[in-house]
């Protein structure tokens, strides 16, 4: 049962660079998220996604870019990488929420480092 | 805007010695409120959702509780394996998936 599944696990950019970030999940679920964590800070909303087609900033998008063109995918884009960019990177999906809030289920993360 | 606030920021236990962590917000009209677990180098891992003001939830040797205003981890007896950093996270008042994180409580047990 694999989850969510993050690629690459490291990466070290060179300032004005661009990468993917790549998320997969096979649990069917139709909401995913990006956030990111700096060292001792809670994790930050960047992007999320309610649906194939559907995606929405959260608190801190500046900087970085999503699709969404299925419901296992969601990548995440970064155009000119910056050091205000070194994060780790945590991608998580979850079921619609009902009456209540349901649980988000994280990936392993992806560290990036930009010099 | 909603907030999030977790005490202590960081917790060191003997081992058998039981302690809470505290996670206190401000959203109104609450949907749940979240407990994970965070190892380090590693993705956070549900632990529990609790929706209501008096209800609890157990696992192991961790137990939440939740009131209008805040939630405990109580860990009992707790063990090194129990060292982690411990998040608390509530969804925000206009949506029901989109979480607000605490910053964690990082908590070490030793032997």
């Known amino acids: 049962n694999a989850g969510v599944t993050q690629t690459p696990k490291f990466r070290i950019l060179k300032i004005g660079q661009s990468m993917t970030l790549q998320c997969t999940q096979d649990?069917?679920?139709?909401?995913m998220y990006w956030y990111r964590q700096d060292p001792g800070m809670g994790l930050k909303l960047i992007y999320y996604?309610?649906?194939?087609?559907?995606?929405d900033k959260g608190e801190v998008p500046n900087g970085y870019n999503v699709s969404r063109s299925t419901t296992e995918d969601f990548p995440l884009r970064l155009e000119l990488a910056a050091p205000s960019q070194t994060s780790v990177y945590f991608c998580?999906?979850?079921?619609?929420?009902?009456?209540?809030?349901?649980?988000?289920?994280f990936g392993q993360g992806t560290r990036l480092t930009v010099v | 805007e909603d907030q999030v606030t977790q005490s202590p920021e960081a917790l060191r236990l003997q081992e058998g010695e039981s302690s809470s962590l505290n996670c206190s917000y401000t959203?109104?009209?609450?949907?749940?409120l979240f407990w994970y677990r965070q190892d380090p180098g590693k993705g956070p891992e549900f632990l529990f959702t609790l929706y209501s003001a008096g209800e609890e939830k157990e696992k192991e040797r961790l137990k939440a509780t939740l009131t209008k205003k805040e939630s405990f981890l109580h860990i009992t007896a707790p063990k090194p394996e129990d060292s982690a950093t411990y998040l608390c996270a509530v969804p925000e008042e206009t949506s029901g998936s989109r979480l607000t994180f605490g910053e964690g409580t990082q908590l070490t047990v030793n032997p």
């Open positions: 998580a999906s979850s079921y619609p929420p009902g009456a209540g809030a349901t649980e988000a289920f």
């Open positions: 959203v109104s009209g609450l949907r749940g």
């Open positions: 996604s309610v649906g194939a087609g559907i995606t």
């Open positions: 649990m069917n679920h139709n909401y």
